[in-house]
C-alpha cells in the first residue's frame, strides 16, 4: 500500500488550488498504480522517514523518473521556443523535488567510503561496499554511488 495516497490527501485542498501540483501528484499517482497492477509489480521496499511524511523506495524512484521526464520535456520545448509549456514543467518539477529527501552529496558518500573502508578494496568487493553505502544513505543516487566506490578501488 503506497503511504502517498495519503500524504497527497492531507493536502487536497491546496493541491486542487493548483494545478501544476495536481497533475504532478497525478503522474505520481498513476506510476504507482500501473505498477502495483502490472504482471510481477516492484515491491515497495524499505519505508524511508522524509521529515513529515513516509515513502517507500519505489515512491522515491518513481518520482526521480518523474523528475528526469520533466526535464527532458523542458529541455524539448526550450529548443522548440515554446516557454508556455517549458514553464509550466519546470513547475511541476518544483512539487516533485519537494517530495524527496535531501540530496546526499558526493563528498558524503566518499567521506562514508573512506570511513568504511581506510585500506580500499578490491574490485571483487565492489558489490559489497555498494550495498553498506547504499545501507548507510538509502536515499542516494546508485548511479553516483557506484562512481564514487569506483574511483577507490585499489
Known amino acids: 500500500r503506497s503511504t502517498l495516497f495519503p500524504y497527497t ?16 501528484y497525478r503522474a505520481i499517482k498513476a506510476e504507482i498504480l500501473l505498477n502495483n497492477s502490472s504482471k510481477n509489480p516492484k515491491p515497495m521496499g524499505k519505508m524511508i522517514n522524509i521529515g513529515d511524511k513516509t515513502l517507500s523506495e519505489l515512491e522515491i524512484s518513481i518520482i526521480r523518473k518523474q ?39 558526493k563528498e558524503q558518500i566518499q567521506e562514508a567510503v573512506v570511513m568504511a573502508y581506510p585500506n580500499g578494496y578490491t574490485q571483487k568487493e565492489m558489490g559489497k561496499v555498494i550495498k553498506e553505502i547504499k545501507g548507510i544513505y ?14 577507490h578501488i585499489v
Request: hydrophobic fraction near 35%.
Open 9 to 24: 490527501t492531507l493536502f487536497r485542498s491546496s493541491i486542487e488550488k493548483n494545478s501544476a501540483k495536481k497533475e504532478a
Open 67 to 105: 523528475i528526469q521526464i520533466r526535464e527532458e520535456q523542458v529541455s524539448m520545448y526550450e529548443a522548440n521556443s515554446r516557454k508556455d509549456l517549458a514553464d509550466m514543467y519546470k513547475e511541476q518539477m518544483k512539487y516533485l523535488k519537494e517530495l524527496l529527501p535531501p540530496e546526499i552529496s
Open 138 to 151: 538509502p536515499t542516494a543516487d546508485g548511479k553516483l554511488i557506484s562512481e564514487v566506490v569506483k574511483e
